[in-house]
C-alpha cells in the first residue's frame, strides 16, 4: 500500500490539512520576492498585533527580504488590550524586524469612531456610557435560524447584557468600529510609500473566503502571502518558523471591541480548528456525516454550517471586487 492509499484510508480528519511546511515556506518566499519584484518594490510593511496570522506573515516577510527590509506597525487604540503590544514587539523581536509604534487612538477619536459608535449603542442602551464595555456577537450557526447580531454590553460594576440589535443600530456601529482598521492600512500605506515598500495583508484561508474583513482596511494589501493557508496550516508554519509558543497558544480574537470577543461570537460558526475542517470538507465534496465524525457534531449541525460559509461567501463576495466600471478601458490591463 503506498503512502498516498494509506493516507486515503484513513478517516476523514485534520491530517488533510498536513503539507510540507519547508516545502511551502520557500513556496511562498519564492512568490513574494516575485511580487516584490513585479510591483518593483524594495521591502514590507505590516501591522503585527501579536496574532497568529501576522506573526506568520512577519517571520515568512523577514525570510523573503531579510529582516532589515521589513517594517512591523504597532497600532493599538483605546479599546486594545495592552497584551497584543507587548506581543508583537516580541515577534519583531525574535525575527529581528524593526518596530514602530503608532497608536491610532487620538486620530479615532478626533474622527468621532468613539463618540459615533456610543451613540449608536445609546439607541439601544440609553444608559450606556464612557465606564461602559461592548462587543457585537453573532447567533451560532449550530442552531438554525437566521444568524442576527446581538450587542453585549457590560455597566461599571461588570454586570453583563445581550441586547437584540436593529439593523441601523448595527450599522452604526459596525461602521464606526470599521474606521480603526481603515485608520490602520491609511498609517501602514504612509510608511510603505516613504520606504517605496509593499503593504503585506495578513488574512488566512477562513477570513478570506468568508469575507472577515474590513474593505479598504484590514482587506487592503499588496500581497496577501497566507490567504490559501487553512488556520490550522497557518499554527502549523508558526511553529516551524520558530514563532514564540505563547503566541502559537494565545485564542484567536478580534481585538476590536472593548469588551473581549473570540472570532467565533462575532463572526465564525465553530473555533478555528473545526472550521478549518468543514470549509475543506466543503470545498472538497467530503460528506457531513464524515466531516461531522471527525469534530463531533452530527451531519444536520455540519449540513448548517456548510449553509453559514455559503451564505457568508455571498454577502461578502462584493468584498473581493475591484470598483466596477460603466465599461472596461481597453487600454488598462
Known sequence: MTAQTLEKSKPYGAHVLDIDLEAETLRIVEALRAQLRSQRKRGLVLGLSGGIDSSVSAALAARAVGAKNVLALYMPENDS?????????????????????????????????YERRDASIRSVVPDYGPDWASKVVIANALEGGFALSSLV???????????RLPLAAYLGIVAATNMKQRTRKQLEYY?????????????????????????????????????????????????HLGVPE???????TTDTYSL???????????????????????????????VGAAIGLSAEEVTRVFADIETKRRATHYLHEAPLLVEKVAEIG
Open 81 to 113: 488590550d495592552p497584551e497584543s503590544l507587548e506581543l508583537g514587539r516580541r515577534v519583531a523581536a525574535t525575527f529581528g524586524i524593526e518596530g514602530v509604534l503608532e497608536d491610532i487612538g487620538p486620530t479615532l477619536a478626533a474622527m468621532g469612531c
Open 260 to 290: 473581549a470577543q473570540t472570532q467565533e461570537e462575532f463572526y465564525f460558526s465553530l473555533p478555528w480548528d473545526r472550521m478549518d475542517l468543514c470549509l475543506y470538507g466543503l470545498n472538497h465534496g467530503v460528506p457531513a456525516a464524515d
Open 246 to 252: 505563547d503566541i502559537r497558544k494565545r485564542p484567536p
Open 191 to 239: 510608511h510603505a510609500d516613504r520606504l517605496n515598500f509593499a503593504v503585506l495583508g495578513t488574512p488566512n484561508r477562513l477570513e478570506y473566503d468568508q469575507g472577515f474583513f474590513v474593505k479598504n482596511g484590514d482587506g487592503a494589501a499588496d500581497v496577501k502571502p497566507i490567504a490559501h493557508l487553512y488556520k490550522s496550516q497557518v499554527y502549523a508554519l508558526a511553529a
Open 153 to 163: 454590553v457590560a455597566d461599571p460594576s461588570g454586570n453583563q447584557s445581550r441586547h
